[in-house]
Nanobody
């Protein structure tokens, strides 16, 4: 599975961005697609994820109500719509894919076995 992330950029606080992650290669319909982020000097952390086939999704508390993960199965693409951005959202954002976990949406880094390159999101105050 190859993952290609895009859509990052510079935005003012309160603004919006939409990240996209296109999957290619051996794509599996029952894989989980997720987003992580890594701020300077900090660990990479979970942001949101969605089960590719059943549409179950989960987001980390600090982004609930502001970020929405969605997918277009016809395009093998997952999106992260980010609204009401804050300076603390500044980070490199990574998309990742994990094996199907049943009813559980995985949030741990090690569960994800395919990663895309990062895309920088910078939110100015």
């Amino acid at each position: 599975v190859q993952l290609q992330a895009s859509g990052g950029g510079l935005v003012q606080a309160g603004g919006s961005l939409r990240l996209a992650c296109a999957a290619s290669g051996r794509t599996y319909s029952r894989r989980v697609m997720g987003w992580f982020r890594q701020a300077p000097g900090k660990e990479r952390v979970f942001v949101a994820a969605e089960d590719w086939s059943a549409g179950r999704k989960y987001a980390e508390d600090s982004v609930k109500g502001r970020f929405t993960i969605s997918r277009d199965n016809a395009k093998n693409t997952v999106y992260l719509q980010m609204n009401k951005l804050k300076p603390e959202d500044t980070a490199v954002y990574y998309c990742a894919s994990a094996p199907y976990q049943g009813l559980t949406i995985p949030t741990t880094l090690g569960t994800y076995d395919y990663w895309g390159q990062g895309t920088q999101v910078t939110v100015s105050s």
